[in-house]
């Protein structure tokens, strides 16, 4: 397209700001109210419609609409909570929404330490989200243990139980930070990126089916065959 | 805010007289830096804790320590007088390692059940007698007792995931009432975090109430003894109750540690001391009512919102001061970490427009809940914890004072600058969801004052006088075997540290007296025989942390 041919309508809409009306003209003929018209309009042409691929749609409705679980553990959850209420507000950024009950929620922000007694719960609850479904770590816990690295009881770092697509750290990360976390997770799922498949290490499993170990023949009277287990191995943990 | 109530003088006990109490049963003398230590055996512990408690007025079981030496394990109780708690004595119960089993305080004061089930479960002491002698932070079926001597952290533990059994009792079930078993969390929203209440409902009534807690059992004690005095521990306070109280809970290590390697701290730091910890006790006590407006009412637009629009300004103020929102790590051993943020006149201005906000703002609470009809129908008169229960179970703070016991260790144990102020203490005697609300809320206004005159301090002080530190060995080593008790005034109560020195710069014990501990081994108490809502608002009037029940 040479420069020579200043008719063409795209380089009439280079050029000038106002909105081209030649269509609408010959269509409802001249001097009609051109408030709604607009140069994005005229450049998608005259059509009504928008052609998208489905799935694209998909990821962007879910990166502009997530439910999240209403999920506190420990420190971070007091700046979770500063995060969803005035202020921060998340809600601006289309991720606001606090679901009590994981059935209903899209997204869990995992905001705090875990602990042995607590990561089964929590695989639960992660278990109980309807798919496809997204994480959130929030703070140094989540990442490694943090501060409570060293722990007898501390498990290291929530990705040790469930898969995690953003980490957001700090001790605890500010709202901003949490905010930031969640608007490059609503770009991953906008750029249609899911949930990236890891190895989890500690899966629950059937007492029944362990290896016969020291420590599962010396709890075998306390547990019954069908519960399900979590092992902590300290040692071969990071 | 006067309430009227009179305050019964503490009738003083001297050592002399303590000694006739004890008498024969005392085999030695073991005296902490602060109190007088009596050593018995380990059958004579009911005996010796019931005459305390009735011929010398001990009648609070502020903390019970338990440890484990090479040659024996020893449990430590330490007693004080609601009237008094500068008057202190300690109890301790030795043990040898082959047996170590004791007998149980539990029937002399209730609030002995939870801490030797911790005792039992960290430490592996054995209480004879005991009513329920199960663990009670880590899970059921872990192996070994993690703050004994020989406990080997590498070995791996298995953790189950059952279904919750009924444990309908037969005297509960009979063939015209029917009762259903509820768990209410660990992820639950009315629980304020990971805390599990298992629950016997008959019809809409609750039959038997018991928390299971432990969720959040972060070891913050062996992190506290792995850390050295001068600046590895400070971290850790401000993550037990972490309602943003942690200059709170730091005051509390500062103390302790002070006290113990006499360290003398400005009159200047102790100033912004004061002033910074009302401020966090004022976004603490937000927090509290925002959640109970979510808990009665569900109310997660208005209240809620208020709440945290206010939190948000103390943050402020408290991150221009201390350089972060939330974990502040702002004291030091011997004074603050640094002066008041240049521009003063900024800062102090700051903070005074929020305090002359502050009226506006309590009245504008008081009209959407205290003076609320739904509000009061839901919490007068329920959950009701009388005075003499709630000394039973060693509750303090908001607590303890909405039930007319008026203690306070800002005043009756006094440190920092409080002595010099002018301040009430707030009591009410309702005893019920209503007063626990009112208490927080003119404490927060009371908090104002405190920090108004702190601030006229602060602006009038001579340039060349303010001193922020002072002189603190780098590495501080304490006397082994010098153990000290000491307590501050936390949000929620009474938070304590007992420390034993072992001869090197780190703690050979350090165990922390948690109130939100004390305050939820009352929750039974209050909410069985009531509708299961008031259960959920007598839980959110207690306003637990459970980073600092669990630990």
């Known amino acids: 397209m040479s420069s020579e041919q200043p008719e063409q309508p795209r380089q009439q809409i280079y050029d000038s700001t106002a909105p081209s009306t030649d269509t609408r003209d010959s269509r409802i003929g001249e001097g009609a109210d051109d408030r709604f018209n607009s140069k994005l309009r005229e450049a998608f042409g005259s059509t009504p419609f928008i052609l998208t691929k489905f799935d694209k749609f998909m990821n962007w409705v879910r990166g502009n609409s997530m439910f999240m679980l209403q999920f506190g553990i420990a420190c971070c959850s007091i700046e979770m909570m500063h995060t969803y209420a005035i202020k921060h507000d998340l809600d601006r950024f289309g991720a606001g929404v606090p679901r009590a009950s994981p059935r209903q929620a899209d997204v869990m922000i995992v905001p705090g330490t875990i602990v042995s007694k607590f990561g089964p719960r929590m695989k639960r609850v992660y278990d109980q989200m309807p798919e496809p479904k997204f994480v959130v770590g929030m703070g140094s816990c989540t990442i490694s243990g943090g501060p409570f690295q060293e722990g007898y009881n501390v498990v290291k770092g929530a990705e040790e139980i469930i898969p995690i697509d953003i980490h957001v750290p700090g001790c605890p990360p500010r709202p901003e930070a949490l905010v930031y976390g969640i608007a490059k997770l609503q770009e991953r799922i906008r750029n249609g990126e899911s949930t990236p498949v890891v190895v989890k290490p500690y899966e629950l499993e059937k007492f029944g089916d362990l290896p016969k170990d020291e420590l599962v023949q010396k709890l075998a009277d306390d547990i019954d065959e069908d519960d399900l287990v979590m092992r902590y191995n300290w040692a071969d943990s990071p | ?551």
């Not at chain 2, 004791?102 to 054995?126: K, M, N």
């Not at chain 2, 003894?225 to 290590?253: C, F, K």
Request: charged letters at 30%; hydrophobic letters at 35%.
């Open chain 2, 1 to 551: 805010m006067s309430t009227g109530l009179e305050r019964q003088p503490a009738v003083e006990v001297t050592e002399d007289e303590l000694e006739a109490i004890v008498g024969d049963r005392a085999l030695a003398r073991d005296d902490h830096l602060n109190a007088p230590g009596f050593v018995i055996r380990p059958d004579d512990v009911q005996d010796v804790l019931k005459d305390l408690r009735d011929e010398a007025g001990f009648d609070h079981l502020a903390n019970l320590t338990a440890q484990e030496y090479p040659d024996r394990y020893e449990s430590i109780y330490h007693l004080r007088k609601y009237a008094d708690p500068t008057q202190e004595v300690s109890v301790v119960v030795p043990t040898t390692t082959d047996e170590p089993v004791s007998q149980t305080a539990e029937p002399v004061f209730r609030t002995a059940d939870w801490h030797e089930r911790e005792a039992f479960d960290l430490v592996g002491i054995d209480y004879e007698g005991h009513p329920d002698p199960r663990r009670i932070l880590l899970p059921e079926t872990w192996q070994g007792h993690p703050l004994s001597r020989d406990y080997d952290q590498e070995k791996p533990q298995l953790v189950t995931l059952t279904e919750h059994a009924n444990p309908i009792q037969p005297d509960h079930h009979d063939d015209e009432s029917d009762t259903m078993f509820l768990n209410i969390g660990p992820h639950h929203p009315a629980t304020h975090g990971v805390l599990h209440i298992e629950t016997v409902l008959d019809g809409e009534t609750v039959v038997d109430v018991d928390p299971d807690i432990g969720y959040l059992h972060r070891c913050e004690e062996q992190m506290c003894q792995q850390g050295t005095y001068r600046h590895q521990i400070m971290p850790y306070p401000d993550r037990w109750d972490y309602v943003s109280a942690g200059l709170l809970n730091e005051w509390a290590y500062a103390r302790v540690a002070e006290d113990l390697a006499d360290i003398d701290v400005p009159e200047y730091a102790q100033v912004i001391r004061t002033m910074g910890a009302e401020l966090s006790r004022i976004a603490s006590h937000m927090l509290a009512l925002a959640t109970f407006a979510l808990d009665v009412y569900g109310d997660f637009t208005a209240i809620f919102q208020y709440g945290m629009r206010d939190r948000e300004v103390v943050q402020d103020i408290l991150e221009d001061l201390t350089g972060q929102r939330l974990m502040f790590n702002y004291f030091r051993l011997g004074g603050v970490a640094w002066d008041l943020p240049e521009p003063r006149e900024e800062f102090i201005e700051k903070t005074r427009d929020f305090l002359d906000g502050l009226p506006a703002k309590v009245d504008e609470y008081n009209d959407l809940l205290t003076a609320n009809e739904i509000f009061q129908i839901r919490t007068h008169d329920t959950g009701i914890l009388e005075p003499e229960v709630a000394k039973q179970y060693g509750c303090t703070g908001p607590v303890a004072r909405g039930s007319g016991i008026d203690y306070d260790l800002r005043r009756d144990d006094p440190y920092g600058y409080y002595e010099n102020l002018e301040w009430d203490v707030v009591t009410k005697d309702g005893c019920d969801n209503y007063s626990r609300v009112l208490v927080r809320m003119q404490e927060v206004e009371e908090s104002a004052k405190i920090i108004e005159q702190c601030l006229d301090l602060l602006e009038d002080w001579p340039e060349d006088e303010r001193t922020v530190q002072s002189n603190v060995p780098r590495t501080l080593k304490p006397d082994a075997d010098t153990e000290i008790y000491r307590a501050v005034e936390g949000a929620k109560g009474e938070l304590g540290i007992y420390i034993r020195a072992d001869g090197t710069d780190k703690p050979g014990r350090f165990k922390i007296r948690s109130p939100c501990f004390h305050n939820l081994s009352a929750l039974p108490e209050m909410a069985e025989g009531e509708y299961i809502p008031d259960m959920i608002a007598s839980l959110g009037s207690l306003d637990i942390v459970l980073g600092e029940v669990d630990r």
